[in-house]
């Protein structure tokens, strides 16, 4: 699936299944919440924090799916066209960031 493609998907999925967008502060809030869930998972599981019961059973694939569909939803509802903007940040991630990285010595 594209970006583009995802982006229609769950604009779809929104009108069919969702009746309509929440507000843009409240998916803000929710983006925020499901970015916690990911977090927890992975201080769990590649951290050295132990899981608790509640944590057992957690998906990391799910909640990052859960992170990218709130993210498209304000994407959508703001009229922000992912493929577009991605293509412009990694155009701007390459022009400063080209030999940034080869010269870090912390990553030879």
Known sequence: MT???AQQTVDN?????GVRYFNELTNMAMLTEEVGEVARIIARQYGEQSFKDSD????????????????ICLANQTGVNLTEAMTRNLAKKTQRDSQRHHDNEKLK
């Not at 999925?13 to 299944?17: E, F, H, L, S, V």
């Not at 057992?56 to 993210?71: H, I, N, P, Y």
């Open 3 to 5: 970006i583009e493609e």
């Open 13 to 17: 999925w929104i009108k069919t299944n």
């Open 56 to 71: 057992k059973g957690k998906d990391l694939g799910d909640e990052l799916a859960d992170v990218l569909f709130v993210l």
